[in-house]
């Protein structure tokens, strides 16, 4: 009897990988023909693809306006984000307190100040990255970059004022004739950003006295700014020192009939200083290349846009086209500040202690 070589297929089991060599010889009595079998059997593991570890963001900025972002980035990737959400100075507590051991990849901040105060922990950023945004809505050490832009402004209530009613400078508004009238959130870190800009501008002296004519003029407190614009529009108080894209959001949602606007100061003061939400990478990140992606996404035609069209920010790039309910950038009279210095909000809160702005 001739030889015959019989081959079996591929057969899948979950176990390490393998082959078997298998030789079998048979003896025929009749006809002493001998039958050799080869028999070869390929066993292998069927190794699932290990889950990838998910991007983790401080952010200093509230859900309701990145959440839906955020939501985008993890449906166009395919990864998931966990945040962790708080106010910008908490955050950059607990990253200083957490130090190498933070899990945290990415802080997201609501102003240069707070990014400014963890410039220790985060990394620098490509090239690439950096020349996204203008020079001025960068830092120049490269360790964080602007993703929108976001000015300081008075908002008023229509029916009481005209923009014509309105000093020229925010220094102004320590005059006694605006006692009672004026609405502030003291522990917004925004606030606290254009404060530092103050100090910046007009040293601390000056500063300290424009504060102690704000407090004397018995401002309502408010949490922060979308009550402070609330209370505009509602007449409890005629004016209010916010970011600009809060009655934005108002007048959305109730319409032009909403009883507030937006004034720019005419002097160029740190009233009306463009201030920039950005984001830093933390230098002891596992996971920087998905943190680059979430960076470059911010930055892209996307996140741009989303930027100008839901949130009523200044895009900072020509990647998106300004929202047409916002004056240009370059129209607006602004102070030169450096947002890269303004990192000193320690000095800012204890001066607002100082004066008894803040408990």
Excluded at 43 to 62: A, F, Q, T
Excluded at 140 to 162: H, I
Excluded at 249 to 265: L, P
Aim: charged share 25%.
């Amino acid at each position: 009897m001739d030889k015959y070589v019989a081959r079996i297929g591929r057969v899948i089991v979950s176990a390490a990988l393998f082959s078997v060599l298998m030789i079998v010889s048979i003896s025929c009595a009749a006809d002493d023909s001998t039958v050799t079998v080869v028999e070869t059997v390929i066993v292998e593991k069927e190794v699932e693809k290990p889950e990838s570890k998910p991007l983790v963001i401080y952010s200093g900025r509230s859900e309701s306006l990145i959440g839906p972002l955020i939501a985008d980035f993890e449906e166009v990737t395919g990864e998931k984000v966990q945040v962790n959400y708080g106010k910008t100075g908490m955050l950059a507590a607990t990253l200083l307190e957490e130090g190498g051991n933070t899990p945290a990849d990415i802080y997201f901040a609501q102003d240069p100040g707070g990014l400014g105060a963890v410039d220790s922990l985060l990394a620098e950023l490509s090239t690439e990255i950096l020349e996204s945004v203008p020079d001025w809505a960068r830092d120049p050490e490269s360790k964080w970059v602007g993703t929108s832009g976001r000015a300081r402004v008075v908002v008023y209530n229509t029916d009481m004022l005209t923009e014509a009613d309105l000093p020229d400078s925010i220094e102004d508004f320590v005059k006694p004739e605006w006692k009672g009238r004026i609405g502030w959130a003291p522990t917004n870190s925004s606030l606290h950003a254009m404060i530092t800009g103050m100090r910046q501008e007009w040293g601390e002296e000056r500063t300290k006295t424009w504060l102690e004519g704000i407090v004397a003029n018995e401002p309502k407190i408010y949490a922060k700014n979308t009550p402070t614009v609330a209370a505009t529009g509602a007449g409890e108080i005629e004016v209010g020192f916010v970011n600009h894209y809060y009655l934005h959001r108002f007048i959305a949602e109730e319409g032009e009939s909403f009883a507030a606007r937006n004034y720019y100061t005419r002097a160029a003061d740190p009233g009306s200083v463009i201030l920039v939400a950005g984001v830093g990478l933390i230098e002891e990140s596992d996971n920087k290349d998905l943190a680059n992606q979430f960076i470059k996404f911010l930055l892209s035609a996307s996140g741009q846009q989303y930027f100008s069209a839901q949130t009523f920010e200044f895009p900072l790039n020509d990647n998106a086209k300004p929202s047409n309910l916002l004056p240009a950038l370059e129209d607006i009279t602004k102070p030169s500040i450096d947002l890269g210095d303004l990192i000193d909000l320690q000095g800012t809160q204890d001066l607002l202690r100082e004066v008894n702005a803040l408990p």
